[in-house]
T-cell receptor, first 113, second 114 residues
Framework: NAGVTQTPKFRVLKTGQSMTLLCAQD?????MYWYRQDPGMGLRLIHY???????AKGEVPDGYNVSRLKKQNFLLGLESAAPSQTSVYFC????????????FGQGTRLTVV | AQKVTQAQTEISVVEKEDVTLDCVYE???????LFWYKQPPSGELVFLIR??????QNEISGRYSWNFQKSTSSFNFTITASQVVDSAVYFC???????????FGSGTRLQVQP
């Protein structure tokens, strides 16, 4: 039972390159999220999904796209990476029941040079 | 809009001291949920506790205790007899009943010196 798995764990991109971060969960959770963590700012919500085939914007969505074609996977795409997207990215999942915690992946450290 | 403030950026204590991490939140919702997460140097996020807005009971779990006060919109976290292993960044977070996303504070870095 792996929980929430993020791929890759580390990546260095050149400005303008594209990439996709994969979040896979085996907990059958409905809700999935992508956050970014920058020094001194806590985690901020990029995009989220409340179920297969649905996605919505969070607080900092610019420069990112997402897809949730399968319930267990939530993909985060960077079409044209910028240095401002250098960050640690966390995926999280939870169930629809409100009084439950979110489960986080181990994080992806992305550097854009 | 929701907001979480952790005014203490960094705290340094000596082992066995007690330490309190402050968390103040803002929300217009009448039903909401509060959480504390720990981020050790290894980087993962570890869930510590959750509280809903209708449950103001304080909670104690071993050396950890939490004080939730709706009147002051605070959800403070106390570590008793701190240990070096408690060294981490601690995040307070708030969620609603809708999208369930977390609004995080900026975190408090706790350093426990031996």
């Amino acid at each position: 039972n792996a929980g929430v798995t993020q791929t890759p764990k580390f990546r260095v991109l050149k400005t303008g390159q594209s990439m996709t971060l994969l979040c896979a969960q085996d907990m059958n959770h409905e809700y999935m999220y992508w956050y970014r963590q920058d020094p001194g700012m806590g985690l901020r919500l990029i995009h989220y999904s409340v179920g297969e085939g649905t996605t919505a914007k969070g607080e900092v969505p610019d420069g990112y796209n997402v897809s949730r074609l399968k319930k267990q996977n939530f993909l985060l795409g960077l079409e044209s990476a910028a240095p401002s997207q250098t960050s640690v990215y966390f995926c999280a999942t939870t169930v629809a029941e409100p009084n439950t915690e979110a489960f986080f992946g181990q994080g992806t450290r992305l550097t854009v040079v | 809009a929701q907001k979480v403030t952790q005014a203490q950026t960094e705290i340094s204590v000596v082992e066995k001291e007690d330490v309190t991490l402050d968390c103040v939140y803002e929300t217009r919702d009448t039903t909401y949920y509060l959480f504390w997460y720990k981020q050790p140097p290894s980087g993962e996020l570890v869930f510590l506790i959750r509280r809903n807005s209708f449950d103001e009971q304080n909670e104690i779990s071993g050396r950890y205790s939490w004080n939730f006060q709706k009147s002051t919109s605070s959800f403070n976290f106390t570590i008793t007899a701190s240990q070096v292993v408690d060294s981490a960044v601690y995040f307070c977070a708030l969620s609603d009943t809708g999208r369930r996303a977390l609004t995080f504070g900026s975190g408090t870095r706790l350093q426990v010196q031996p």
